[in-house]
């Protein structure tokens, strides 16, 4: 998306580069970080530990890097759903001055189900910054990611960099992204399940959720958080609809799935996406899922909600932050 301030300034600029080569990404990468830099904005670099060392190789020789912070994306965005978060605290904490952020949320090791997630992910930033003082430079690699992954950048980015410049993408369509991805998820007819009706019911339930966690091997870190987790999903239900949470759990190949199902409607996409501050109890429950889980997946209709809660088997492996 691209707003304009009254004294005729941009306000959030989103834009794509889908690259073909490494010479193509530095051309446009380190010229952007540097522009900024020069003009006194910070700059946020969140992208895969690889290109984070061929960046600092291209840049290491300058004087004016001390505004820059590089990331290794595949931590602060595991889940793409808490990277919205880490952009927005960016945004917060350099609230008097404009701010650029480069970022590489999809790679080529991500699964479906990611893949999906980072789209939306895409898709929310245009909303969630409309009207803040950022340039935000998307990364994709068009030579190693499927066609639909670059279909998706295409529709959720307003600008792409063609030949060293930016031009508007015919294909911007954000609301047919979000709606592409708001999809039904399958409930697993092996999971375990345990009814909420009540907020009594919330110390036997997270017992439920310990006694299969350490069935199935989670570690005791990520019994912890699935406990967190369980409560988060439970008691948000029990706050914001007038009937029972069924909760489920399965195991997913190296994850362990926390499944919540109510019959409320989840109206604001982007509740859990941003840090809410002290305000704000059900979007402070959420805000910890996504902040806990490796992936959290949601779909919402008119008869009802259900979110589900990715958390990594070998916790000390799949850590994020």
């Known amino acids: ?23 193509e990404y530095l051309d446009v990468v380190v010229p952007f970080v540097l522009e900024g830099l020069a003009m006194d904005e910070p700059v946020l670099v969140a992208v895969p530990r690889d290109y984070l060392g061929l960046l600092r190789a ?14 290794d994306i595949a931590e602060v965005a595991r889940n793409p759903s808490r990277f919205l978060a880490l952009e927005g605290s960016f945004v ?16 080529p090791e991500r699964s479906a189900d990611e893949f999906l997630a980072c789209m939306q992910h895409e898709a929310l930033v245009n909303s969630a910054f409309e009207d803040r003082q950022l340039s935000a430079l998307c990364l994709y690699d068009a030579e190693r990611l499927d066609d639909d992954v670059l279909a998706g950048a295409r529709a959720t980015h307003p600008l792409l960099w063609k030949c060293g410049s930016l031009q ?21 007819p092996g999971a375990v399940t345990y009814m909420v009706r009540k907020s009594a019911d919330l110390r036997p339930a997270r017992s439920f959720a310990v006694n299969y966690a ?15 987790v369980a409560t988060e999903l439970a008691t948000n239900s029990l706050m914001y609809t007038d009937g029972a949470c069924r909760l489920a759990f399965w ?16 109206d604001d996409p982007l509740v859990g996406r941003l840090d809410p501050g002290p305000t704000g109890p059900a979007s402070r ?15 919402t209709a008119s008869t009802g909600t259900t979110i589900q ?7 000390a492996a799949g850590k994020i932050g």
Do not use: K
């Open 285 to 299: 429950g959420l805000f910890l899922v996504n902040a806990i889980s490796d992936l959290v997946r949601t779909h």
């Open 168 to 188: 508007h993408s015919a294909d911007y369509a954000p609301d047919d992204v979000l709606a592409r991805c708001n999809q039904p998820l399958t409930a697993n």
């Open 1 to 23: 998306m691209v707003r304009s301030t009254e004294n005729g300034r941009q306000a959030f600029v989103h834009s794509a580069l889908l690259y073909h080569s490494q010479r």
């Open 309 to 315: 809660a990715y958390l990594r088997l070998n916790s």
């Open 214 to 228: 350490g069935w199935v091997g989670l570690s005791q870190d990520g019994i912890e958080d699935l406990q967190l």
């Open 251 to 266: 195991r997913d190949d190296h994850h362990l799935v926390c499944e919540a199902r109510d019959n409320g409607r989840l």
């Open 58 to 71: 291209a840049l290491g020789g300058d004087r004016s890097t001390a505004g820059l912070q590089l990331v």
């Open 92 to 107: 917060e904490e350099n609230a008097d001055r404009r701010g650029r952020i480069v970022s590489q949320v999809c790679w």
